[in-house]
């Protein structure tokens, strides 16, 4: 069975510092994987997306991939408050496959 | 990154009644869409994929004759919840995959149904 599982969080962190959240999953099917963020009673926003091992940095997002150990991982840097926010990690299995969402992760940037 | 457009935002009816919501890609074409529910602090739950020109593919437990999803043009698909019950009240989002071929989605702002 297919299964993302997620952070329960919520996490908080101060402003500045730097904001760890971590999405792991259970098909090794799996071949990308998205970080998309969502603002209270609004839609989900595409972050990241990350494809092979290793890291993808873009602005004061980087995201991590591991395929070995089946997780991936969005840092994010100098958290500001405006950062607060649902962060959910997907994923697809290759083209025209359809994206399986995790449970999604609170963070609060505390001022 | 491609527009997609929802509406309506947010609708109120009574029980018994039936809601359309509509989903347009307004500056690409989408034979594929996909309409997600999403309940308080959960995530978002796929419902089934819209196919332009054929019928629309439903998850498990997703009953196909409550909520009608009708894809009758490239830029259009709509979402029509028939008898409404207060069960039903959920945050309703259409996506569009990315028309130049990845696998990234692109989501339409949501309708916040609530069934009285």
């Known amino acids: 069975q297919k299964e993302v599982e997620q952070n329960s969080g919520p996490l908080s962190v101060p402003e500045g510092a730097i904001a760890s959240l971590n999405c792991t999953y259970s098909?090794?099917?799996?071949?990308?994987f998205f970080w998309y963020r969502q603002y209270s009673g609004k839609s989900p926003e595409l972050i990241m997306s990350i494809y092979s091992n290793g890291d993808k940095e873009d602005g004061r997002f980087t995201a991590q991939l591991n395929k070995a150990s089946q997780y991936v991982s969005l840092l994010i840097r100098d958290s500001q408050p405006s950062d607060s926010a649902t962060y959910l990690c997907a994923w697809g299995t290759g083209a025209n496959s359809k994206l399986t969402f995790g449970k999604g992760i609170t963070l609060s940037v505390r001022p | 990154g491609a527009v997609v457009s929802q509406h309506p935002s947010r609708v109120i009816c009574k029980s018994g009644t039936s809601v359309k919501i509509e989903c347009r890609s307004l500056?690409?074409?989408?034979?594929?869409m996909f309409w997600y529910r999403q309940f308080p602090k959960q995530s978002l739950m796929l419902m089934a994929t819209?196919?332009?020109?054929?019928?629309?593919?439903?998850e498990q437990g997703v009953e196909k004759d409550k909520f009608l999803i009708n894809h009758a043009s490239l830029t259009l698909s709509t979402l029509t919840v028939t008898s409404a019950h207060p069960e039903d009240s959920s945050f309703y989002i259409c996506s569009a995959r990315d028309p130049v071929g990845s696998e990234k989605l692109f989501f339409g702002s949501g309708t916040q149904l609530s069934v009285l």
């Open positions: 819209s196919n332009e020109g054929s019928k629309a593919t439903y």
């Open positions: 098909d090794r099917v799996s071949q990308s």
């Open positions: 500056d690409f074409q989408a034979t594929t």
